[in-house]
């Protein structure tokens, strides 16, 4: 069943990742790229954890919690360039 | 498999290359980005791709039961990503200093050296 | 100033008591070993086991706690705790379903608007439990505190009347909050 | 069996709320309609795959760390959610048509003055 | 500028966060993780308290120059090479001790752990140095 | 052998972080560097005396053997680069305490010097090609620091090409590691040699050896792949320029040396050949160069590069005597060329410019540094009996032999034009009379003076006792040029399990 | 000999030294030297008269064999001797000459290194150990010509006989070494056995031009003779002693001391003779026109040492005796005429033989001895030229042109001897015009070799039989008897000799027309060799200047592209070279996921590139990040898809700290330069893709790894196999690393304190 349900999962959040892309390429202001961006790494945080179910091996949780943690780091700096008038 | 990461490899060192020969100094910085991401891909796909598990040995077992993805070409490429990244940083900072010691950013106008 | 730093030891300047916290805490504590004893005894440290073991506990002090002739606030809190979860894991679910919905909706049947909720909370920690609470229930989302700390300016996906909201919020959300954390 | 089929019903739950939340984020008319989306329905979703992979796992380090996942979540999504939209707001991101009343801008002008 | 509600959650977050660099270290050579990411993750910590504070509180806080940590990994990442060499093997060979924790439990505690440890406190200060020198930049 | 090849890489490195800890202590870290430079001197002559007879010292590091670990190598040719970056860094610390100004031994000079040898001595004494790159990485670092560390304009602006194409150099490397992991399943050279020998596919080898050739021949300044030397060597204070000028360079010819006597040499025609005509138009186009020039420090710059392809030429050419006479030049020139920077410096210390027009009459009031220009400067060009000469005769006789006709041309004219450029810096520095009479800017008692010209007078009796005592030099460079070709000993000692 | 060379060497580097403690003196006790080689070589007389030669040798390079290899024969003896006597008495000269001179130390310095060195080319008996000190020779030259360093001529002068010299003497090298190998053998002793051998070899012309050319350049022979006379700038002594009697010789001599390996043969024969007589008739007819008095004596040694190679090239034993006599005669009246000439324009400062006159009087010593060396150069009875001329005429016998046109060179000759000899002393003195005997240091020199012009005459059978025979015989290899008479009777050849001296004085009364004439000649020079040196050298760096114009543009991506395009041409050819691929069968299936995955990457890569906006630049190199983390995900690598992630951010982090102070996109590219940039980027990126797929082509087997999987527990105590290479199996690296980290951050924040520092300093 797993077996069966994780490749659907995995396509489904790759398109997603694909959606978030294009949002951040389209824009068009500068923090709609940046939440576009939060949100792909979202996906990548669920890709990562789908991809933990699909191989049976739980190493890969670390790799998520790090991305949780600093994709928020990361959106917070970015956000507070923005917020000091910081150009495109 | 490996043509298409292949091609992944190249479309990374054609972008990195074309944005080093720009003539702003950010680009330079992206296109050295992109030219560590491909030689780290490159390693990654020329020592073999195994789709196989981690190289991580699980509790309380002796020896691995299936082969595990390569481990060396692993090593190597957290190696290089944090040398690149260490090097990125420099760069930014040595850019930056350049733009406010200089006035401009546009790579063609650093040239005093050179005559 | 609103900038000014704290020292590390303020890390968690919990708004209580002092005394009814240490309380609180020791209860909890108690509880957990509880949780473990019963997991180690049932030879499987599992999620099962713990949780197993955290309620028996739980029961065990409601029934044992009064007898040593104190009383703690631990109990409610806790009731408070497990009622506020369920009220936020709906929350959030039903606010999942909603922004489901209007992605499929066509856009102009929103009515989206930013407007001022006046703030009772008073802490960092309320004022950022509520921001935060308010980004994860439907329809809302936290934009700013005000500089004076006392009104919060959230966008909301349906403005139809801005009053209503205020009070919903109020009335739903920051009360119950400050319930559990006062 | 029963712990396949939740881990089945959790996946494909995280996975369709995954989606909803980047096809809003692509599909929604303003900035902040778009964290709406990316907010509720991405930190749902990939809660609710944790949750998938806690169950498929059972063990105490997957679930006290998928915990960790969920809790980290719920802090700062909206946390970042809002550092966005303060700045984008700051930076004059214009809302979307159909936005029927801004009173952080008629009330906000006072506090601006005082930053 | 900075927001009540980041640094409220800053606040929150930044011992979690430390505590799982550690975390990240300490299990490095069993799970992923290790010196280097457990020390982007202590320095991501302070670099969130620089961004929601200031970087001098930043400092305060950290109490030390981040050059030292620097230096002071170097120097116990090289020094964790020597111990080999009293027992006359080749520099850096991993020379392990048994270390009991608790009666019946015993941990293998070696040089390579020691390495590691000085490789996190050099990418915390180096990250620290960089972001501190950044962010001081008027 | 359980550490000796490892010390001229923690040597560095330990002194480097004593540095970092007494940042505040300026006269500490400068006498540290003093003395870690003369203990750097010691364990390579040290090693020196170890493989003189052949053999090749070998570490293990961590105890694992190869190919497992990484694995250090230290056999002729090492020890002597191992030697010379000594004796440099002993010249340049004792140099660099009368030249550099505060702030720069502020923000760290010493540090970084010593960080820098230690990726120079790395990259000498490793036996693992990715250590290679590591090592590469941490001189190449160390380096953009040291240039950038003024903060001036030309300094920044030859730093930025210096950076993007040593970078673009890295990466080149770093996918040439990749793929030849991948070909190979291994990192150790001596181990690479064998796959390499045995493998079936040789071509497909080539097309990797070429991406080395790219690599390492940016890093040495080859044509047309150097630009960037020009453009940033000049910049620095002439302790810096000494230093780079010295051993950055070199070390992308030695790599170019081993790698190409050790693993890939399974195509000389092609590779070989390409590596011979990269000599050729490197040392004219370098020459040519330096003659457009009015600038003391760009006409050595330049020089540096007419130079590389001398001693690349040695390399091309692949046989016994060939690789003799580029291991022969490969030290004369870095005990000349530095020594050049260095009297470059002093002439800059006292009349605070480089230019050739602005300068003159210094051989009316300094006759010692003049003669210290002169005689490093003959040498360069070749005169006999310095250490200069015996070099080209070694690599024009080897060439002859091989009768590589055009190359020894080449060679030959372009020593003529390096006579040019030298004799041209010799007249308007030291000959022409000073345009406007320039005053001493900044005087030194004598001791002062002497101490501070020591370092060169040092240099300058190495470059006559290289001619005078040419015989043992030679002897010692054929043996190191024999390891090179018969790279059998190397690969034994490597994989044979060592001690 | 060694022990001499190395004394004399010691004496130059004490020179300055004894100068600065004696400074009236050190001439005179500096002359010692040479006088004591000098003393030594007439000691060797007797030996190398009996055919007899000292030879001494020390290992110095043994695997270049190259040994320290000296031998003394009749040829070496000749110049030896010449060496070291004029060289005894132009020191001597030099104390007068540079009384007071400050630098006088240095100039002695510098003659008695050329001394030793000219010395160490006639004794060498090693081609190697002879270039060795010719090439120090030209060095030691370049150091006098320019020793009134102030004076831009001076500089000009010594730059172009260094470079004619050393340019030659690196055809000589070269000839040098083909030689050594078509004989087997650097010495010269055995390579002049070997002739026959030599002359067979198919590199025997390329090494008989090679040498040629070595020796003419330094023996200034036209085309290359036109440093000589712009050598004049040097002091007089220094002319006296190199531009006439000893450097300009060193040619002659190699020849010389090679004409039994190279010489006989018609290609030998008919180089060295065109070239000589070409010399010889240019030179004497440039001395025609001169007035400035060493200028004159430049040209006429020009058109001497034409004659030399043009006897040498003749070859019969006659002629090889008439040029050992001639080079003896010559060295002796040119060295005085030099010497007078110096000290004329010591005294009166005046260079001009047309400004000059009626110096008799106050310069009686003077015209004394110029008149005993311009009748010895005039070939008149009872000089040594005189003798010279004879054996020579009587050599060219069978040769009537040649003999025609020595008779009308004689007459110049003639003419020099007057006008340099007589016409300053004689006449009325120009008004201005003041002059003083020259002091005793400056007249010892001059005397000696005058009178020995006119003594050796007296003695021309012993000299022929006891200098001349043994430097003739080593020339030809052979035994031969060179009788040498001041009257061999009467025949056609003194009939000869005295129409050339009435030619001569005929030349002299029509002195003005022919400096008209001659005047107009020097017109001509704008096509002369002296020209093209001008123009050679102005254009070698005009198009240094235009290359390095050209190829140092500045522009950063001019330098990436010469190195994409070079990487992508090579590897490009390497790939044609190996045929392409061969295996590439054991490909894994493509999956879907990984392809979207790679699609992706492609997509971001391609907007990264193509954003004219650096945050969305940056904003997509982040998504190509976590693409690669993705990628990572999938092929097993949790650690390095979490470092991925971190670096990924803390770079977005860093970068936007840094974005505040730097300014956004602004400079564009035109459309053609992205074009182009584009094409060399795609070659790179498609150069890269073929390496890859080369990698996997060649699949092998991975040893080492699987050591690792297999006992990463077991001895190094760690289940992640990663983290176990990174601090253990290849802790070096981490180390390295680490290192690199430590200073990036040093460097970075020294960069930024550095601006602050600065800042403060302004304010
Ligand atoms: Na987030
Ligand atoms: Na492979």
């Known amino acids: 069943m797993i077996e069966f349900v994780c490749p659907i999962v995995m396509l489904m959040l790759i398109v997603a990742f694909g959606a978030s892309f294009v949002r951040v390429v389209i824009g068009p202001s500068l923090p709609d790229r940046v939440v576009a961006l939060d949100m792909a790494a979202t996906i990548v945080v669920a890709i990562i954890l789908t991809h933990c179910i699909q191989s049976g091996s739980s190493y890969y949780i670390p790799a998520a919690i790090s991305i949780a943690l600093l994709s928020f780091v990361g959106t917070v700096s970015l956000a507070l360039y923005i917020s000091k008038g910081g150009s495109s | 498999m490996e043509v298409l990461l292949a091609i992944v490899i190249g479309t990374l060192y054609t972008g990195g290359l074309y944005l080093m020969m720009r003539r702003n100094l950010i680009q330079l910085i992206i296109g050295l980005g992109l030219l560590s991401h491909g030689a780290n891909l490159l390693i990654f796909t020329a020592g073999g791709l195994r789709q196989g598990g981690a190289p991580i040995l699980a509790e309380g077992e002796k020896m691995f039961a299936t082969v595990p993805a390569d481990p060396l070409p692993q090593a190597l490429i957290l190696t290089a990503i944090v040398i690149s990244f260490a090097v990125t940083a420099f760069a930014l900072v040595l850019f930056l200093r350049t733009y406010q010691a200089v006035g401009t950013d546009d790579v063609d106008e650093l040239k005093e050296t050179d005559t | 100033m609103l900038c000014q730093p704290l020292e590390i030891e303020s890390l968690y300047n919990v708004q209580m008591a002092k005394d009814e916290g240490l309380v609180i805490m020791q209860l909890f504590i108690t509880n957990l070993l509880i949780s473990m004893l019963w997991a180690l005894l049932m030879g499987e440290v599992s999620v099962g086991s713990l949780t197993t073991g955290f309620v028996l506990g739980y029961v065990a002090l409601v029934l044992l706690y009064p007898s040593t002739g104190k009383k703690s606030s631990y109990f409610q809190k806790t009731m408070q705790f497990i009622r506020f979860a369920l009220f936020f894991t709906k929350e959030l679910l039903i606010s999942s379903y909603r922004v489901a919905k209007d992605v499929a909706k066509p856009l102009p049947l929103m009515r989206p608007g930013v407007i001022g909720i006046p703030l009772d909370a008073e802490t960092d920690l309320e004022i950022t439990m509520l921001a935060n609470i308010i980004s994860l229930t439907p329809g809302t989302l936290s934009l700013e505190v005000s500089p004076d700390r006392k009104t919060l300016y959230i966008h909301a996906m349906y403005v139809i009347n801005p009053d209503d909201l205020r009070r919903e919020i109020k009335d739903g959300l920051e009360r119950r909050l400050l319930e559990l954390l006062r | 069996m029963i712990r396949e089929i939740g881990t089945s019903i959790f996946l494909i739950l995280g996975g369709m709320l995954t989606l909803v939340a980047a096809v809003g984020v692509l599909r929604m008319p303003d900035l902040f309609l778009r964290m709406h989306a990316a907010t509720k329905a991405g930190t749902v979703g990939v809660s609710s795959i944790t949750i998938g992979v806690m169950i498929h796992f059972g063990t105490i380090t997957v679930t006290s760390r998928g915990v960790l996942v969920i809790a980290f979540f719920l802090l700062t999504a909206p946390v970042a959610a809002h550092m966005i939209a303060r700045a984008a707001y700051h930076s004059g991101v214009s809302l979307w048509l159909l936005t029927r009343i801004d009173e952080w801008k008629t009330h906000g002008e006072i506090g601006k003055e005082e930053e | 500028m900075t927001s009540l509600i980041l640094r409220t959650a800053t606040r929150y977050m930044f011992p979690p966060l430390l505590v799982f660099s550690v975390y990240l270290l300490l299990r490095g050579h069993h799970y992923p993780g290790g010196g280097f990411v457990g020390g982007l993750f202590a320095g991501s910590a302070f670099t969130l308290y620089a961004l929601a504070f200031n970087v001098e509180s930043a400092r305060k806080l950290l109490r030390f120059d981040p050059r030292d940590i620097t230096a002071v990994g170097l120097a116990v990442a090289l020094a964790s090479g020597i111990p080999a060499l009293f027992s006359g093997y080749a520099f850096m060979t991993g020379t392990w001790w048994k270390v009991p924790i608790r009666p019946g439990v015993v941990i293998d505690v070696g040089s390579p752990l020691i390495f590691d440890i000085g490789v996190y406190l050099v990418v915390l200060g180096v990250l620290l140095t960089l972001v501190f020198s950044l962010g001081e930049e008027e | 052998m359980i550490l000796l090849p490892v010390l001229p890489i923690i040597i560095p490195l330990a002194g480097a972080i004593l540095c970092m800890l007494f940042r505040r202590n300026l006269a500490l870290q400068r006498d540290l560097a003093l003395s870690v430079s003369t203990l750097l001197l010691i364990v390579a002559v040290g090693l020196m005396a170890y493989t003189r007879d052949g053999t090749i010292a070998v570490l293990h590091v961590g105890g694992w053997e190869a190919p497992l670990g990484i694995t250090l190598a230290v056999d002729m040719l090492s020890s002597v680069m191992l030697v010379l970056a000594g004796l440099l860094a002993v010249a340049v610390s004792v140099y660099a305490c009368f030249d550099l100004d505060t702030p720069r031994v502020k923000f760290g000079f010493f540090p970084l010097m010593l960080i820098l040898l230690m990726g120079v001595n790395g990259a000498f004494v490793t036996g693992d090609l990715f250590n290679l790159y590591v090592c590469f990485e941490v001189l190449l670092t160390a380096s953009f620091i040291l240039l950038a560390l003024g903060g001036e304009r030309p300094q920044l602006e030859g730093s930025i090409k210096y950076v993007a194409l040593n970078l673009l150099s890295s990466a080149l490397f770093l996918a040439g590691v990749g793929i030849l992991y991948g070909m190979a399943g291994t990192l150790n050279m001596a181990e690479l040699a064998v796959v390499v020998q045995q493998g079936e596919r040789g071509g497909l080898v080539t097309m990797v050896a070429v991406m080395f050739m790219m690599a390492f021949g940016i890093k040495a300044g080859m044509f047309p792949l150097y630009f960037w030397l020009p453009a940033s060597y000049p910049t620095p204070p002439a302790a810096v320029s000494a230093l780079f000028s010295g051993l950055l360079t070199k070390v992308g010819v030695y790599s170019l040396i081993r790698v190409f006597t050790l693993i890939f040499c399974t195509d000389p025609e092609f590779l070989h050949t390409l590596i011979l005509i990269g000599a050729g138009l490197t040392m004219l186009s370098g020459v040519l160069a330096a003659a457009s020039h009015y600038e003391m420090r760009k006409i050595l710059s330049v020089h540096i590069v007419s130079q590389i392809g001398y001693i690349v030429m040695g390399l091309g050419l692949f046989t016994h005597l060939a690789l003799a006479g580029t291991i022969i030049y490969l030290a004369h020139n870095i005990i000349v060329k530095t020594n050049l920077f260095l009297v470059a410096g002093a002439v800059n210390r006292l009349k605070g410019t480089y230019d050739l027009h602005k300068l003159g009459g210094l051989y009316k009031e300094r006759p010692g540094l003049s003669i210290l220009f002169l005689i490093s400067a003959m040498s360069l060009a070749g005169v006999p009996p310095l250490s200069g000469f015996f070099a080209k005769l070694t690599l024009i006789i080897a060439g002859l032999q091989q009768e590589a006709w055009l190359i020894v041309a080449v060679a030959l004219i372009v020593s003529l034009l390096t006579l040019y450029s030298m004799t041209k810096i010799w007249a308007y520095v030291f000959w022409k009379p000073a345009p406007n009479e320039l005053p001493d800017l900044n005087p030194m008692t004598p001791a002062a003076w002497f101490i501070f010209l020591l370092p060169m007078v040092g240099f300058t009796v190495i470059t006559i006792g290289i001619g005078i005592f040419a015989g043992p030099v030679f002897d010692y460079a054929q043996s190191a040029a024999g390891q090179l070709m018969d790279p059998s000993g190397y690969i034994n000692a490597v994989l044979g399990g060592g001690e | ?763």
Request: charged share 10%.
């Open chain 7, 1 to 763: 000999m060694f022990t001499l060379l190395i004394t004399c060497f010691f004496a130059a580097v004490l020179a300055p030294w004894v100068h600065r403690r004696v400074p009236k003196y050190a001439g005179a006790l500096l002359a010692l030297v040479p006088a004591a080689v000098f003393a030594w070589l007439i000691r060797q007389l007797p030996m190398v008269a009996h055919g007899h030669s000292v030879e001494q040798s020390f290992q110095w390079v043994e695997g270049l064999g190259l040994e320290f290899a000296l031998r003394l024969d009749g040829l070496g003896l000749l110049f030896a001797l010449l060496i070291s006597g004029i060289g005894t008495l132009i020191i001597f000269y030099t104390q007068g000459y540079f009384k007071g001179h400050p630098q006088q130390g240095r100039f002695l310095m510098y003659t008695i290194a050329f001394m030793a060195s000219m010395l160490g080319v006639v004794l060498a008996n090693h081609l190697l150990v002879l270039f060795i000190f010719w090439e120090l020779t030209s060095f030691t030259s370049y150091l006098l010509i320019g020793f009134n360093h102030e004076d831009e001529a001076a500089r000009s002068a010594a730059l172009q006989a260094m470079l004619v010299t050393v340019l030659g003497g690196l055809f000589l090298l070269a000839g040098m070494i083909l030689m050594a190998q078509a004989t087997g053998t650097w010495k010269l002793s055995e390579i002049v056995q070997r002739g026959a051998e030599l002359q067979a070899h198919p590199h025997y012309l390329p090494i008989l031009i090679l040498i040629c050319i070595g020796a003419f350049t330094k023996s200034a022979q036209f085309p290359f003779h036109f440093w000589l006379p712009n050598a004049m700038h040097a002091p007089t002594p220094a002319s006296a002693y190199l531009h006439s009697s000893t450097m300009v010789k060193a040619g002659i001599y190699l020849l010389a001391r090679l004409h039994p390996a190279l010489g006989g043969t018609g290609e030998w024969g008919a180089i060295l003779t065109t070239i000589g007589v070409a010399t010889f008739l240019i030179g004497a007819l440039m001395a025609i026109g001169q007035s400035v008095l060493k200028r004159l004596l430049a040209y006429s040694t020009v058109s001497a040492l034409g004659a030399m190679v043009m006897l040498l090239g003749i070859g019969t034993s006659g002629a090889i005796q008439a040029m050992a006599a001639f080079v003896l005669a010559h060295a002796l009246y040119k060295a005085t005429l030099f010497m007078v000439a110096g000290g004329i324009t010591h005294e009166t400062g005046e260079t001009s033989v047309d400004r000059l006159g009626g110096l008799r009087k106050a310069m009686p010593f003077s015209f004394t001895c110029a008149m005993l060396a311009g009748l010895s150069m005039g070939g008149v009875m009872p000089f040594f030229g005189f003798v010279a001329k004879e054996v020579w005429l009587h050599a060219l016998g069978d040769y009537p042109l040649l003999l025609l046109a020595t008779v009308a060179v004689g007459a110049t000759y003639v003419l020099v001897g007057i006008t340099v000899g007589w016409k300053p002393f004689a006449g009325q003195r120009p008004d201005g015009l003041h002059a003083h005997a020259v002091p005793i240091s400056m007249r010892i020199g001059p005397l000696v070799l005058g009178l020995g012009s006119l003594f050796l005459a007296f003695f021309a059978g012993w000299i022929g039989h006891a200098i001349v025979e043994p430097a003739a015989a080593a020339i030809a290899a052979k035994d031969l008897e060179v009788h040498l008479h001041l009257w061999a009777g009467f025949n056609k050849y003194l009939l000869m000799g005295i129409g050339t001296v009435a030619i001569g004085l005929a030349l002299y009364r029509t002195r003005p027309v022919l400096l008209k004439t001659g005047a107009r000649l020097a017109g001509f020079a704008r096509f002369g060799p002296d020209a093209a040196y001008r123009l050679i050298l102005s254009s070698v760096l005009k198009f240094a200047a235009w290359q390095t114009r050209l190829l140092q543009t500045g522009t950063l991506r001019h330098y990436i592209r010469y190195a994409v395009l070079t990487t992508t041409a090579l590897v490009a050819a390497a790939f044609i070279r190996a045929g392409g691929f061969q295996g590439l069968e054991n490909l894994s299936p493509i999956s879907t996921r990984i392809a979207l995955v790679a699609v992706l990457m492609i997509a971001a890569a391609i907007f990264t590139v193509h954003s004219n906006s650096r945050l969305r630049s940056i904003l997509s190199m982040g998504l190509v990040g976590y693409g690669m983390a993705m990628l990572f995900t999938f092929f097993g690598a949790p650690d390095l898809a979490m470092t991925q992630l971190v670096i990924e951010t803390l770079t977005v982090i860093l970068l936007a700290l840094a974005f505040s102070h730097l300014p956004p996109f602004r400079h564009g590219s035109s459309m053609r330069t992205r074009g182009t940039d584009l094409a060399i980027a795609v070659g790179g990126g498609v150069v890269v893709m073929l390496l890859v797929l080369a990698a996997l082509d060649v699949q092998t087997p991975t040893a080492v790894s699987d050591y690792y999987l297999e006992h990463s527990y077991k001895y190094a105590h760690g289940r992640n196999v990663v983290n176990v290479i990174l601090v253990d199996f290849r802790a070096l690296d981490t180390l390295g690393e680490i290192t690199v980290l430590t200073i990036a951050a040093l460097g970075a924040s020294a960069l930024l304190k550095l601006r602050q520092g600065k800042q403060e300093d302004k304010s």
